[in-house]
């Protein structure tokens, strides 16, 4: 038995909301995906330092 | 697919009923950040967690179509990965984002001074205050600047791979008597490429107009904790006590010179009522016409946080282990051998046993943080917090300010809106990645929550770089592959294991998780934010206007 999904009437299983994953790939590959992504790495750019004064604790 | 080769369901896969009656759930999937809605025949079969075999599926037993097995299979919540190669692939992808985040070179603070002029009942650094090392009385001199910059190139030689913004933080960085430092400080470091923020408390701000700015101080977080007065009863200066009217006065001047400020109200449950009554007052003055202007709650944490390091790291003979007994007891299989799969925390040992015959399984507990009263504050845990602020939200949908929610909506929204990777994190901050903060007694940090305290040092830059490596590496070393819980955790690349001072101050040492309601949280927010992108769709499909971005970092 499948689920409805939407008033029309449509039918799923599985629906996919992102597409762009980390498939099984190995390390050089993911290397390759992630230079095609933009990713905060986090840490030693303005955007970072601004997240780090958000989350100061109890100040 | 290969079938013939025995498949279970992932024990990453994280498991979100989407409605009352659980007809639809989302599956997220902790490591390939793959998200997906499945009917509830599909999300019963692998919350069920049997194995999955060719016979099987000739035999009818899989809930769906072959293209739908597939997906799944491709999405990673199907999988042929003993569990221990599960695990062994996570602490390999962990170690590559941590060398990546870490290899990006290298932040800094200055602790311009030690000394404070207010005297909050919550302050984290009012224990350091008494440790009999005169800290009060530590500030940075031009000569220590002068060291202080040196030993930032000493630390990072390659001027371009340090962040271009430095933090003056303290005690209050910004006292008036602090002025001439703080001059110098700043110019030296506009002539190298630097810009500031600060972290202050902006009662003596109206000393530092002339250094305000785009290009000088260009940022500021201000605390501010409610009207006057709420405000007044916990943010008291020394001698002063009331404080807020300077505040707000010296916040307009601040926006006056484009100086972006972000105001922080350190939220608990007796103020969170105050909030509107702030925003209000924000308003009246006009501070939200500027776009350099934002407010964002923080939540007081309680000192006694219980979480899952309770369980997953119980210390012997800590009251604590014996006071949750009831969590480990649920951590047990249950007569039918069905272990919870809607579980935070992946039992590897009984899993590799159970895959190597039949069955797979998940659990998990996580407790809240315990309330802690005092006559003017009480604190609340995570999800308390989070409802009050939902609650806020639908009241007054144009309440502009902004919760602390892990940053979960707006990363959903950009993986379903720009259809780019997830972000994954194998670490929690910059203590872990590259950040140091250098103090006037010329001692070296990696956490600013634990400054001053000598058993947190990591180093010196008095006359030359010092580091105590080993230290260094409790903070740079660790991610979520070198926490037990943590390697055991399907969320943890959102979380990225939780804040170390946190975990610290529960004494649970420098390997272990602080969880702070994240699963939770996680439980919550994602489906929201998935329901608020859906009917985003729907609104542009109809010619409505949608909503402007800034919302989307709200409690959906």
């Not at chain 1, 629906?15 to 992504?37: A, G, H, T, W």
């Not at chain 2, 909050?120 to 220590?144: A, H, L, Q, R």
């Not at chain 2, 802690?372 to 144009?398: G, H």
Request: hydrophobic residues 35%; negative net charge.
């Amino acid at each position: 038995m499948k689920n409805k999904k939407q008033p029309n009437g449509d039918y799923i299983e599985v629906k996919s909301v992102n597409e762009n994953i980390y498939d099984m790939f190995s390390v050089e590959e993911l290397e390759e995906r992630l230079q095609m992504s933009t990713l905060n790495w986090g840490c030693g750019t303005d955007e970072c330092t601004s997240v780090v004064i958000m989350d100061s604790k109890n100040r | 697919m290969d079938y013939t080769v025995k498949h279970h369901t992932s024990l990453y896969t994280i498991f979100i009923p989407l409605d009352s009656d659980s007809s639809e759930w989302m599956l997220v999937h902790g490591y390939t950040g793959a998200m997906d809605i499945v009917n509830n025949n599909i999300a019963q079969f692998l919350r069920k967690g049997g194995t999955l075999s060719q016979e099987k599926i000739d035999a009818g037993s899989f809930p769906c179509s072959t293209e739908s097995l597939e997906r799944l299979t491709k999405r990673g919540y199907i999988t042929s990965k003993a569990p221990v190669e599960e695990k062994a692939w996570v602490h390999s992808m962990a170690n590559y984002f941590h060398d990546k985040s870490r290899g990006s070179g290298a932040s800094f603070c200055l602790l311009v001074a030690y000394d404070c002029n207010f005297r909050c009942p919550y302050c984290f650094e009012n224990g350091i205050s008494n440790n009999g090392k005169g800290w009060s009385k530590k500030t940075f001199t031009k000569d220590s600047a002068d060291r202080a910059f040196a030993a930032m190139l000493e630390i990072e030689p390659d001027i371009n791979r340090i962040s271009k913004s430095i933090t003056l933080y303290g005690g209050e960085p910004l006292l008036g008597r602090n002025h001439a430092v703080v001059d110098y400080i700043v110019r030296k470091g506009m002539d190298l490429g630097f810009q500031f923020s600060a972290i202050t408390n902006g009662y003596e701000l109206q000393h530092y107009k002339d250094l305000l700015g785009p290009g000088k101080i260009r940022m500021l977080q201000i605390t501010i904790d409610g009207p006057k007065a709420i405000h007044d009863t916990r943010r008291t200066h020394f001698e002063d006590g009331s404080t807020f009217d300077r505040i707000i006065d010296n916040i307009e001047m601040a926006l006056e010179l484009n100086t972006a400020i972000s105001v922080r109200i350190n939220t608990e449950v007796k103020n969170f009522e105050y909030i509107q009554e702030l925003h209000e007052l924000f308003k009246e003055r006009g501070f939200f016409k500027s776009k350099y202007f934002s407010v964002y709650s923080g939540l007081i944490h309680s000192e006694d946080e219980i979480s899952c390091n309770v369980v997953m790291s119980p210390q012997k003979g800590n009251e604590s282990s014996a006071k949750y007994s009831r969590v480990f007891k649920e951590l047990e299989v249950t007569d039918d051998g069905v272990y919870n799969p809607d579980a935070q925390y992946i039992n590897f040992e009984a899993e590799q046993t159970r895959a190597e015959s039949a069955d797979g399984l998940v659990f998990h507990y996580d407790m809240n943080e315990e309330d802690e009263a005092t006559e003017t504050m009480r604190t609340m845990n995570r999800v308390e917090y989070m409802n009050k602020f939902r609650e806020a939200y639908a009241n007054n949908p144009e309440l502009k300010v902004s919760c602390q929610d892990f940053g979960l909506p707006s990363r959903i929204m950009n993986v379903l809106k720009g259809q780019r990777l997830v972000e994954f994190q194998a670490t929690f901050c910059g203590a872990q990645n590259g950040m140091y903060i250098l103090d006037p007694c010329g001692d070296i940090y990696t956490c600013w929550e634990l400054v001053g305290q000598d058993e947190f040092l990591v180093g010196s830059y008095k006359e030359k770089i010092e580091f105590d490596r080993e230290a260094v590496e409790k903070w740079q070393g660790k991610n979520i592959s070198k926490v037990d819980a943590c390697s055991k955790c399907k969320y943890a690349f959102f979380c990225g294991g939780g804040c170390m001072a946190g975990a610290l101050r529960e004494g649970r040492g420098y390997n272990s998780p602080h969880c702070d309601g994240y699963p939770r949280v996680f439980q919550d927010l994602v489906p929201r934010t998935y329901f608020k992108y859906q009917q985003q769709l729907e609104d542009e499909a109809a010619g409505k206007e949608t909503e402007k971005e800034e919302v989307v970092n709200q409690i959906i």
